[in-house]
C-alpha cells in the first residue's frame, strides 16, 4: 500500500485459493492508481492480444502519461513463450504487470518475470471473513441483495461458511441464486433458508465448476462421447471444456488415458497422437491448443476401438493380489555372478533370438500359473493382426488367443 501511494506501483504475483479476491485486489491498485486496467485470461488469450495491449499502452503512457496494468488472470495457464512476451515491457516500464494464479510461482511462471515481479500470497477466508462478506451482501444496495430485502437464516448461513470453503466467490453466487429462486413474502421481503441455499449451491455453476460435479460430469460426458466412437460428441464436450476455463493439461492427459485404455492395440498410432497433442498443448498454450486437442479428439472418437490391453493388465494384477508370490523361475533369472550361474540361475533359458522367426517356445509364468492368458486380442483394426502372429507362434495350445 505504500508503494500505491508514493505512485511506484510493482509488477506483481497475487497467488492464492480461488474466491480469494485476487481479480477484485488488481482493480482497486488500478482504480487506486488511477492506471488503465487491461485484463486478459490466460485461457482464452494468447500472444496477439498481449501485443495489443502493449502498443496501446505505449500510445497510452506516450500521449497522457497514463500507466497501464496488464492483468493476466491464471498466468500459469500461459507458456514460457508467452510469458516471454510480457518480460521486455515489464522491464521497460511499458506496462505494469499484476498475475493472478493459484498455482505456485516458482514453478509456473519463467524466473526472469517471477524476479522482476514481487509475489503476495493470499489465504484462503476464515469463517469470520466469510460471514462478514454474506452479511454485507445481504444490505449492500449497489451490487448486492440490498433492493431485494433479503435475509438469511443463521443455520443457512452456517452451512453456506462450510460448503463454500473460503472461497467467496462460491458464497455470493449461490447467495444471488437463493435470492431469485426464494418467494418474497406480503412486504416484498425475501428469506434465504437451509433449503433455498442447499438448492443453490447445487446450480451455483451452470456453465461449469471445475473442482465441483459439474467438472466431473462433463469430462465424463467427454470420454464416453469418445469411447462411443462420436466426434460430435467429443468436439461438443471439449468446447464445453475450453470455454469454461477447464485446464488444457487436464484435458490432454485424458487423450493419453483414452488412447490406452479405449483404443489401445486395434490403432497403435493413437497413442503417439495423443501425446503428440498433449505436448503441443504445452508448447503452444492457449487458446492455440485447442486446435490439436480437437485434432486428437477427432482422431481417438474415429478410431477402432479396444481394451483388451487394460482388461489384460487388470487380470494380471488380480493374479498378483491373489496368488502366493511365487519365485521368478530359475530359467528366466539373469546370472549375473559365477555364484548364481552355479545355483541354476539362467539355465535352460532359450535366447529368442538365436532361433528361425526370433522365437522359441518356452513358458514365461510361475509354474502355478502355466498356460494362464491374460491377453485376448481383439479382432478390430490391426488387432486382428496381432491375433494372427500370436496363433501362428503359439500354436493349437494358445488358440484361445482368438478372441472369442
Not at 477484485?24 to 495489443?52: I, M
Not at 503417439?272 to 497433442?277: D, S
Not at 478410431?303 to 487380470?315: D, E, H
Not at 538365436?354 to 509354474?367: A, K, R, S, V, W
Amino acid at each position: 500500500m505504500k508503494s500505491i501511494g508514493a505512485g511506484r506501483l510493482p509488477s506483481m504475483i497475487l497467488w492464492g485459493p480461488p474466491g480469494t479476491g485476487k481479480t477484485t485486489l488488481a482493480r482497486l491498485v488500478a482504480t487506486s492508481t488511477q492506471s488503465d486496467f487491461q485484463p486478459l485470461s490466460a485461457v482464452t488469450s494468447g500472444v496477439a492480444d498481449l501485443r495489443r495491449i502493449v502498443a496501446e499502452a505505449k500510445d497510452r503512457k506516450g500521449m497522457h502519461r497514463r500507466s497501464t496494468i496488464l492483468f493476466v488472470d491464471e498466468i500459469h495457464r500461459f507458456n514460457k513463450a508467452q510469458q516471454d512476451v510480457i518480460l521486455p515491457h515489464v522491464e521497460d516500464g511499458t506496462i505494469i504487470f499484476i498475475g493472478a494464479t493459484t498455482e505456485n510461482p516458482s514453478f509456473e511462471i519463467i524466473a526472469p518475470l517471477l524476479s522482476r515481479c514481487r509475489v503476495f500470497t493470499l489465504q484462503s477466508l476464515n469463517p469470520d471473513q466469510m460471514k462478514k462478506i454474506i452479511a454485507r451482501a445481504l444490505t449492500d444496495g449497489d451490487v448486492g441483495l440490498g433492493p431485494m430485502h433479503a435475509t438469511m437464516a443463521d443455520d443457512a448461513a452456517d452451512y453456506l461458511v462450510s460448503i463454500s470453503n473460503g472461497d467467496a466467490r462460491i458464497a455470493l453466487n449461490a447467495m444471488e441464486t437463493a435470492a431469485y429462486t426464494s418467494t418474497p413474502d406480503a412486504y416484498g421481503n425475501r428469506i434465504i433458508n437451509l433449503e433455498t441455499i442447499s438448492d443453490a449451491l447445487q446450480r451455483r455453476s451452470p456453465i461449469y465448476d471445475k473442482a465441483g460435479e459439474s467438472h466431473y460430469d462433463t469430462i465424463s460426458a467427454f470420454i464416453k462421447s469418445v469411447r462411443g466412437s462420436s466426434p460430435d460428441g467429443a468436439l461438443y464436450w471439449l468446447a464445453r471444456m475450453i470455454e469454461s476455463g477447464e485446464d488444457p493439461m487436464f484435458i490432454s492427459r485424458r487423450l493419453v488415458i483414452l488412447a490406452s485404455e479405449d483404443i489401445g492395440l486395434a490403432d497403435p498410432q493413437a497413442l503417439g497422437i495423443a501425446i503428440a497433442a498433449q505436448q503441443a498443448v504445452h508448447f503452444l498454450g492457449m487458446p492455440e491448443g485447442r486446435i490439436p486437442m480437437a485434432e486428437a479428439a477427432v482422431y481417438l472418437a474415429s478410431a477402432p476401438k479396444s481394451n483388451t490391453a487394460y482388461a489384460a493388465l487388470n487380470q494380471a494384477i488380480q493374479d498378483v493380489r491373489e496368488q502366493t508370490n511365487e519365485p521368478v523361475p530359475l530359467h528366466l533369472r539373469n546370472a549375473v555372478t559365477e555364484m548364481m550361474n552355479n545355483m541354476g540361475y539362467g539355465k535352460g533359458y532359450k535366447y529368442s533370438h538365436d532361433f528361425e522367426g526370433h522365437f522359441d517356445e518356452q513358458e514365461y509364468l510361475p509354474p502355478s500359473l502355466k498356460g494362464r492368458r491374460y491377453y485376448f486380442p481383439g479382432e478390430e483394426g490391426e488387432e486382428r493382426q496381432i491375433g494372427e502372429r500370436l496363433k501362428e507362434w503359439w500354436g493349437g495350445e494358445a488358440a484361445d488367443y482368438q478372441s472369442s
